[in-house]
């Protein structure tokens, strides 16, 4: 069974850092490229960006609104993919979401979500 | 940049078709994915490649793309079909590679 959880929401303070993190698992971690979506409260989802998989170099491409503040980094001997988060503003509040990639059957769906981790930006 | 539009809130009675579109100029061209959501909970794929199902997901639910307008298609509304509704398109040729629309707030009266 393909399982996502992500950790590492808190509350931090605006300008401050915070690692998140996505634990896969049930599946071979490194042969998916691995994506990151937030969600601010009661709104609608925005993607913050992915990583490819090592076949394709495990490039990144990010969202106007984070790039240069956000890196997406993963670890395929443990099946984790990072969000590493500086800089960070009150409009970074929300849920994010680490999802999966479905580019093994080389399409560009996100088949499976984790349940999502807090962030709140707040002084 | 590249917008995707979707209205805010269908409505619709059990048993009824709800049809949830999706425009942006040219979007036939490119592939679309859409996503269930319901309160509190993580997005779920339910239609990808515009009209491809993933297992478990039933066949009254459906999807179609042309021109400059992507729709998702729910029929026979049931009770638990009410969340909302998230089209998304990849597009490596420029940025922003990854959008999603709105969002669609689907009711069942």
């Known amino acids: 069974e393909v399982q996502l959880v992500e950790s590492g929401g808190d509350l931090v303070q605006p300008g401050r850092s915070l690692r998140l993190s996505c634990t896969a698992s049930?599946?071979?971690?490194?042969?998916?490229?691995m994506s990151w979506v937030r969600q601010a409260p009661g709104k609608g989802l925005e993607w913050v960006g992915f990583i490819r998989s090592k076949a394709y170099a495990g490039t990144t491409e990010y969202a106007a609104s984070v790039k240069g503040r956000f890196t997406i980094s993963r670890d395929d001997s443990k099946s984790i993919a990072y969000l590493q988060m500086n800089s960070l503003k009150t409009e970074d509040t929300g849920f994010y979401y680490c999802s999966r990639v479905n580019v093994v059957a080389e399409r560009t769906d996100q088949d499976y979500w984790g349940q999502g981790t807090l962030v709140t930006v707040s002084s | 940049s590249y917008v995707l539009t979707q209205p805010p809130s269908v409505s619709v009675a059990p048993g009824k078709t709800a049809r949830i579109t999706c425009g942006r100029k040219?979007?036939?061209?490119?592939?679309v994915h859409w996503y269930q959501q319901k309160p509190g909970q993580a997005p779920v794929l339910v239609v990808y490649?515009?009209?491809d199902r993933p297992s478990g997901i039933p066949e009254r639910i459906s999807g179609s793309n042309s021109g400059d307008t992507a729709t998702l298609t729910i029929s026979g509304v049931e009770a638990g079909d009410e969340a909302d509704y998230y089209c998304?398109?990849?597009?490596?040729?420029?940025?922003?590679?990854?959008?999603f629309g709105g969002g669609t707030k689907l009711t069942v009266l």
């Open positions: 998304q398109v990849w597009d490596s040729t420029h940025e922003p590679y990854v959008v």
């Open positions: 049930g599946f071979t971690f490194g042969d998916y490229a």
């Open positions: 040219n979007i036939g061209d490119k592939s």
């Open positions: 490649d515009d009209s």
